[in-house]
Structure formats: structure tokens, C-alpha cells
């Protein structure tokens, strides 16, 4: 029999501040409901400018982390598409943090939001060719399209950390899985901007089509998927769009005049993923994007909320990146899959959260490192996690754990 290789832990971390929807709405003198309903958005993660993608992802990965695992973890890889470095990987810093043995090797991935995947799937392979062996993957991002823009809504900011091993206790990674790459221009940023270009209407025109173009390849690839599997995962930018892509998808299926094989079967399955759905965005909902992670803390949250998932269903996730790659991978739940996951951390985070104002969270927006050079030194108390931004240096990062906190993983 083969070895399962998949996710073994996950955890993710959301800065400690965040915006009311609502209230946000009224300040841009839009009707609420749009950002609630329309968008279905309610709250926002916002980061301090003192809280970049490294601190994010160092405190996402800490927890799940045990002092064996840094022996035998080979590799660290980061996907991000909110670097501060052109160069150095992100990953250097959280393999330094997280104390993770000298012999391992860390890289960066970038392709937008699909790049967690990618870096997912490079894991997976690693691990099935080596079982003893494990790798970290953290997605760490900050979403941001700037005050008052029509992405403004859609902006986010958190991290999620997976540790891949043999024998997961999560999710067990299938091995054949599909991908797709079509070049456009949705949404994309050159190095000389702030903020990222986007065709707001077109990008989620093509997320339907691209999610509609996969299925019909995964149907005639996987003859048993619209009957094995019972959740259908998505990249949630926001959190109507997967459902956006469920209703294109359906008037697809019920207004061709070409025949589509398995119709009726597909339109059941798409009966079931709506039922699943509304658990699996609990989390994006009062997060917003994090671009390469929301896939996976839409996971999280369908682990968590969805009481009829038990030991052996199988899930099929679409991960998609502006540009654009998207894939379409499987998994299956392990037993006792609930029990390894930190809910009660999760749910403390979100209790010690803040509401910023809306003038907080526009003054914090427009503050930004300053790109002199010379030293800057930074204290612990903006952040909740355990590492924070301590010092740059002539234009080089250092973090540091609290003194208070300096304790192993929760694992
Ligand atoms: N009550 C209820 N609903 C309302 C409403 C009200 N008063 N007013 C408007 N709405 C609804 C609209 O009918 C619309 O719903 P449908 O899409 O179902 O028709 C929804 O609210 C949004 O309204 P608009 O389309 O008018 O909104 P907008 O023009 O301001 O733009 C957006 C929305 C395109 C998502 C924009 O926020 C944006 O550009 N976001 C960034 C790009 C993005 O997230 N694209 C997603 C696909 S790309 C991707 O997935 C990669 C990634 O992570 C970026």
C-alpha cells in the first residue's frame, strides 16, 4: 500500500486589529449591505505597518512546531505575494525563528494566490519520495488595494502554516491532481507599484470560467468525482465569490444547448458543496483575503464549523492565482482530524482582537517603515503573536520573541 502524504498540522495567525464592514461602508457613503451581502464581508483584518509577512508567518508556524520536528523538517517554504525583498526569501527569517536544524533548505514561491498550492504540492512530492521527512509550508500575505478603492473591501492580512508528513492526522493529499495556467491580466502588480492592478469585473468573470474549464476536466479525468466527493473547497478572495462560481457553473450546466455528460449528477454535487459552503466561510468572512492562504483557512474552517464531516470524505480543493494558475487537488479526511487542530487558540485570537475606528485604520494605513538608513528600533507591545519586528538595521530585518513567551509549541 502506498504511504499517504499530506497535511499534518495547520494553524494560521491573524494580526490582533481589524475594521467593521459596516461601519466602513458608511465612511465611503456605500450602502452596507453591499459589503455584507454583495461581497459578504463583515469584519477585516488590518496589520500595524509595524507587522509585515514575516511576523505574520512566524507566529502562524510557532505553535505547531515541536522540538523533534526541527530536526526533520528539510525544507521551509514560504508563498507570499507581499515580500518586502526582492532577494531574500522570507523563509530564511521564519527557518531562524522557528530554530528549524542548519541542513534544511528555504525558498520562497510566487504566482499570486495560487503560489500556497504550489508550494503545497512541492511538499507533498518531497515527502512522498522521502516519508520520514517533513516540510513547512506558510502562506503569509497582506492584502491591500488602497483607501477608498473599489478592492478596498476585499483586503486582508494573515498567515497559515502547514507542517507536511507520512501518516497525516488532517488531510491525506491525493497524488494525481490537475492544474491550469491561461496568461491574462486580472490582476497583477509591477515592482514600481504600491498596489496592485486589477480588472475587478473581468478577474472574477475569469475565476468562473477557469473553475468551470477545470471541473469539466476533472469530470472527464476522475470518472468518480462527482459521486466520491462530498466538499468542494475554494480560493476565497472574497466570500460570495465561490458561491459566484457555483451559480455560473450551474447556469452553465442548465442552459447548454450541447450536451454535457453527467448533468443531473453534476447538478446534485453542486447541491452539496452550497450546503458545505456556508462552514467553510466563517473565517474569510471576518478575515477578508490573504490571498495565498485563504484556500487553506477556508479549510480550517470547514474542519472546524462542519459537524457532519467524519474520518474517510473526501474533499476536492481549487486553488486559483490571478494571472492566472489555478489547480484542482483531492484529499481525505484522517481520523481524528478535528483533534489536531488548535481551535482554542484560534478562537482566543480572535477574542483579543481590536476594532480600529475607521480614522485608526486609515492614519495606520498611510504609515509605513521608513526606507532611510540607520537604525530603527521597534517594541513588543503591537503585536499579540509571540515574535514581532524588533529592529531594521541599515535596512536589514531582526525578530524577536517576547521574553514572557519564549515556550515551545502548543503541540
Ligand atoms: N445590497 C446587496 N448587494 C449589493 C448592493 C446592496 N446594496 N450593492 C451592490 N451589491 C452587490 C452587487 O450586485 C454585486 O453582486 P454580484 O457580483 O453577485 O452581482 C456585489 O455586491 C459587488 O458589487 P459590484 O460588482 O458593483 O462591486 P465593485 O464594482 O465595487 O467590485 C470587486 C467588486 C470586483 C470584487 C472589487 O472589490 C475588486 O476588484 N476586488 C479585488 C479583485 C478580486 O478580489 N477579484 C476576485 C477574483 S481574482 C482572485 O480571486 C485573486 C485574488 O485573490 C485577488
Same mark, same amino acid.
Do not use: R
Given at each position: 500500500m502506498k504511504t499517504k502524504v499530506g497535511i499534518d498540522r495547520i494553524h494560521f495567525y491573524i494580526p490582533p486589529q481589524y475594521v467593521d464592514m459596516e461601519e466602513l461602508a458608511q465612511a465611503r457613503k456605500i450602502d452596507p449591505a453591499k459589503f455584507t451581502?454583495?461581497?459578504?464581508?463583515?469584519q477585516m483584518a488590518v496589520t500595524d505597518y509595524k507587522q509585515d509577512i514575516v511576523t505574520l508567518a512566524i507566529n502562524a508556524a510557532l505553535p505547531i512546531i515541536s522540538k523533534e520536528d526541527r530536526d526533520i523538517i528539510d525544507q521551509v517554504i514560504v508563498a507570499t505575494e507581499?515580500? !518586502? +525583498?526582492?532577494?531574500? *526569501?522570507?523563509s530564511i527569517y521564519l527557518h531562524e525563528a522557528l530554530k528549524i536544524n542548519r541542513f534544511a533548505r528555504s525558498y520562497e514561491i510566487k504566482e499570486a494566490c495560487y503560489a500556497g498550492t504550489a508550494a503545497l504540492q512541492a511538499a507533498v512530492d518531497y515527502v512522498r519520495l522521502r516519508p520520514k521527512r517533513k516540510v513547512l509550508v506558510v502562506t503569509t500575505d497582506i492584502a491591500r488595494y488602497g483607501l477608498?478603492?473599489?478592492?478596498e473591501a476585499t483586503q486582508g492580512a494573515g498567515a497559515v502554516a502547514m507542517l507536511i508528513t507520512a +501518516?497525516? *492526522?488532517i488531510l491525506a493529499i491525493e497524488e494525481e491532481s490537475i492544474a491550469y495556467t491561461d496568461n491574462q491580466f486580472d490582476f497583477w502588480r509591477p515592482q514600481y507599484d504600491t498596489y496592485p492592478r486589477v480588472d475587478g469585473k473581468f478577474s472574477t468573470d475569469l475565476y468562473n470560467q477557469t473553475f468551470l474549464n477545470l471541473m469539466e476536466e476533472v469530470g472527464e479525468r476522475k470518472p468518480d468525482f462527482w459521486d466520491a466527493y462530498q466538499v468542494q473547497l475554494f480560493h476565497l478572495p472574497f466570500t460570495k465569490m465561490g458561491r459566484k462560481a457555483i451559480k455560473n457553473y450551474r447556469q452553465y450546466l442548465s442552459n447548454s444547448t450541447d450536451k454535457i455528460s453527467d448533468t443531473d449528477q453534476k447538478l446534485k454535487a453542486l447541491d452539496l458543496w452550497e450546503k458545505h459552503y456556508e462552514h467553510a466561510i466563517e473565517y474569510s468572512r471576518n478575515i477578508g483575503n490573504i490571498y495565498t492562504g485563504s484556500l487553506y483557512l477556508g479549510l480550517i474552517s470547514l474542519l472546524n464549523y462542519d459537524q457532519s464531516l467524519k474520518e474517510g470524505d473526501k474533499i476536492s480543493l481549487f486553488s486559483y492565482g490571478s494571472g492566472a494558475v489555478a489547480e484542482c487537488f483531492f484529499g481525505e479526511l484522517q481520523d481524528g482530524f478535528r483533534e489536531a487542530i488548535l481551535f482554542k487558540e484560534i478562537e482566543s485570537m480572535f477574542q483579543k482582537r481590536r476594532k480600529l475606528s475607521i480614522e485608526e485604520y486609515e492614519e495606520l494605513y498611510l504609515k509605513s517603515i521608513e526606507t532611510s538608513d540607520g537604525i530603527i528600533e521597534f517594541d513588543p507591545?503591537?503585536?499579540?503573536?509571540? !515574535?514581532?519586528? *524588533?529592529k531594521i538595521d541599515n535596512h536589514r530585518r531582526y525578530y524577536k520573541q517576547k521574553i514572557s513567551h519564549q515556550n515551545d509549541s502548543k503541540m
Open positions: 451581502i454583495g461581497i459578504g464581508q463583515s507581499s515580500s !518586502f +525583498d526582492y532577494s531574500k *526569501a522570507a477608498a478603492s473599489s478592492g +501518516d497525516p *492526522a507591545s503591537v503585536h499579540e503573536g509571540e !515574535f514581532y519586528l *524588533a
